[in-house]
């Protein structure tokens, strides 16, 4: 299995709502990735899990809080979202590996397509 | 800093002709270089991938090599077809100075290929 699933496709959701979006991959991978995109640009990073931890956060609103419950799972919890929040959002995964050899060769979901109303 | 630069397009093209978008970087170090295609309404999809100098990536007929002395991975295809109509991506990676994990994009090009 080389798939990289995100629930819902579509998410259209009022700016006092709370919502979650949802990303699972078994490729045994150890790393996952949010990202953010906007209509004609490239995905923009927002958090990273190693090995379920918090790894990077790319000074990412508070509104959005990611979660990783296991190896397998990963989270987005949306709070109070603005309407420039509306976009594609990502998740991605990857091998996690302590060689200087490794290359970051990530795997793409299909996107969950965020609007804020 | 990383960086990727890449020619923006729009790139319109006919079925069966040639094809090429340039990529050039701006790393230390020994980066790994990507292709990666987003097919309207859906994620990306890595297309080909070079991890040293000289490298030759390829997939569905599309080739790109990893030139360290231009700094290029530049995407070529010899005939496209209208199933090919895409944004493609050039991205890099690089492990080490706070670079872990890390995919510098370029812009994207948006190819569209006319029947």
């Known amino acids: 299995d080389t798939e990289v699933t995100q629930t819902p496709k579509h998410l259209v959701m009022g700016m006092t709502n709370k919502k979650s979006l949802k990303c699972e991959q078994h490729?045994?991978?150890?790393?996952m990735y949010w990202y953010k995109q906007k209509a004609k640009k490239p995905p923009e990073l927002m958090f990273v899990y190693s090995y379920e931890k918090l790894s990077i956060n790319e000074s990412v609103p508070s509104r959005f809080s990611p979660e990783c419950p296991n190896s397998s799972l990963l989270n987005l919890h949306l709070h109070a979202l603005q309407p420039e929040d509306s976009a594609l959002y990502l998740c991605a995964s990857s091998q996690e590996s302590a060689s200087p050899d490794l290359y970051n060769e990530q795997f793409f979901g299909p996107g969950t397509r965020l609007t804020v109303l | 800093g990383d960086s990727v630069t890449q020619m923006e397009g729009p790139v319109t093209l006919s079925e069966e002709a040639f094809l090429t978008i340039n990529c050039t970087y701006t790393?230390?170090?020994?980066?790994?270089l990507f292709w990666y295609v987003q097919y309207p309404g859906e994620g990306l999809q890595l297309l080909l991938k070079a991890t040293k100098a000289d490298d030759k990536g390829s997939n569905k007929g599309f080739e790109a090599t990893y030139r360290k002395e231009t700094t290029s991975f530049h995407l070529e295809k010899g005939s496209v077809q209208v199933s090919d109509s895409a944004v493609y991506f050039c991205a890099l990676s690089r492990w080490g100075g706070g670079s872990n994990y890390k995919l510098t994009f370029g812009k994207g090009t948006l190819l569209t290929v006319n029947p």
């Open positions: 490729m045994g991978h150890r790393a």
């Open positions: 790393a230390t170090g020994y980066p790994s």
